[in-house]
């Protein structure tokens, strides 16, 4: 399983941004998908999940009201829609995926997924 993230970049406080994730390599369906994000010299958070078949979601409380995060099942893909960023949601971002067999409130724990893309830089200047 390969996941493909992208749709980082540099902008203001206040700005939008629009990070995807697509997934394939992989018939199969996962439970879930979500996003983490790592600042340097900080462990992983959890950022957002979504389970894939219900469209069940969840966020941080950090960016809860702020960040959306949907999936396109026909696409394989996750979106995680950033409104209103802030400099302190600066960090490399990761879209994270299982094997389908996550147990329900495992889902805001990075060990509980078993692939990831590739980070996505996020830069916002205040």
């Known amino acids: 399983v390969q996941l493909q993230a992208s749709g980082g970049g540099l902008v203001q406080a206040g700005d939008s941004l629009r990070l995807s994730c697509t997934r394939s390599g992989s018939t199969s369906s996962p439970r879930f998908m979500g996003w983490f994000r790592q600042t340097p010299g900080n462990d992983r958070e959890f950022v957002a999940t979504?389970?894939?078949?219900?469209?069940?979601?969840s966020y941080a409380d950090s960016v809860k009201g702020r960040f959306t995060i949907t999936r396109e099942k026909v696409k394989n893909t996750v979106y995680l829609q950033m409104n209103s960023l802030k400099p302190e949601d600066t960090a490399t971002y990761y879209c994270?995926?299982?094997?389908?067999?996550?147990?329900?409130?495992?889902?805001?724990?990075?060990?509980?997924?078993?692939?990831w893309g590739l980070g996505t830089q996020v830069t916002v200047s205040s």
């Open positions: 994270a995926a299982d094997k389908g067999t996550l147990i329900h409130s495992r889902e805001y724990y990075d060990s509980g997924y078993d692939y």
């Open positions: 979504i389970e894939w078949s219900s469209g069940y979601t």
